[in-house]
């Protein structure tokens, strides 16, 4: 019980230590994004407990703001009136946190973030960046689909979160690479699927309904992308689609194995989780760390996804 009683799973509205943190102990309070949207966020969380719990110098207040930007900028001046010795912050948009970002860097808080950045005008209050680049995945997403397609073809993208760092970053290198890489493959419709299996099947269904012909199809992650998948099957025409995606689920890595999923970016929630931590206690300890800060995301295909393993997530 000892970190039990120092870490807070906030879907409550209200910030309290159910007990008081020693004075030689580093307290770390996170904020993340939507931990219910998806099996990667919550994985993540229970990664990073179970690091934070490893560790008898740390204790944790882990917040969780629900999607909602105002609930995370009120998490966040709750951490800062707290004290704590660090805060992580996994954006809802990365344009409306900068202010409460600002915030804490005026008192002396640093502020790593996590998975997804902050907008530019944020950088310069920031410890550090922790996570994958976004941008490099979806390169590696468009060099997939274009060797796939044999350089030509007609496809859809389904991107995630309006507004969100990382649907922006990923749509953005897969956007220029694939325009750079393969000039004849031509971007039918470009729709939101906001991180959501039954939203991208829907936004797949539309697609359906409008072109006779989709050759292949991108989705910002693989949650979405068998969403697409879905869809494409109960219409039947998935044969001969080309699907792929960006951080590899488990249901992702299922349909490859299957044949039905032609590649991803393989990202682990566990990694991410601890790159987090372990970068904020880099920073609190005054080494140098790079700004940006990113852990390795390989691409994966039915060619090579037996070197990885089965995603937990």
Not at 280 to 293: M, Q, R
């Amino acid at each position: 019980m000892r970190k039990s009683m120092s870490i807070l799973l906030a879907n409550c509205g209200t910030l309290a230590l159910a007990g008081a943190a020693s004075a030689d102990m580093i307290r770390i309070g996170i904020t993340q994004n939507n931990v219910g949207i998806d099996s990667y966020q919550t994985t993540y969380e229970r990664a990073f407990i179970e690091a934070a719990d490893a560790n008898d110098d740390v204790e944790v207040i882990v917040l969780d703001a629900g999607g909602d930007v105002a609930r995370q900028i009120n998490q966040m001046q709750d951490l800062i009136q707290q004290n704590v010795d660090a805060i992580i912050i996994w954006p809802t948009d990365g344009q409306a946190l900068v202010p409460a970002v600002r915030s804490a860097y005026n008192e002396g808080i640093p502020v790593i973030v996590t998975n997804s950045n902050i907008a530019e005008a944020g950088m310069d209050f920031i410890a550090a960046f922790s996570g994958p680049n976004n941008i490099q995945q979806g390169i590696y997403s468009a060099e997939m689909l274009c060797e796939a397609l044999d350089g030509e073809g007609e496809i859809v993208q389904i991107t995630g979160m309006p507004g969100y760092t990382t649907a922006i970053e990923r749509q953005q290198g897969f956007d220029d690479r694939l325009a750079e890489l393969c000039p004849d493959v031509v971007q039918l419709d470009i729709q939101p699927g906001d991180w959501n299996r039954e939203r991208a099947q829907r936004t797949m269904e539309t697609f359906l309904t409008r072109f006779d012909n989709i050759d292949g199809v991108y989705s910002g992650d693989d949650n979405m992308g068998v969403g697409a998948l879905n869809a494409a099957i109960d219409a039947g025409r998935a044969e001969g689609m080309v699907f792929i995606g960006a951080t590899n689920f488990a249901v992702g890595y299922d349909a490859m194995e299957r044949g039905e999923y032609w590649g991803s970016v393989y990202q682990s929630p566990v990694d991410d989780a601890r790159a987090a931590l372990q970068t904020a206690l880099d920073v609190l300890a005054g080494e140098d760390v790079p700004k940006l800060n990113y852990f390795d995301t390989p691409k994966i295909t039915q060619e090579n996804m037996h070197e990885f393993d089965r995603p937990v997530f």
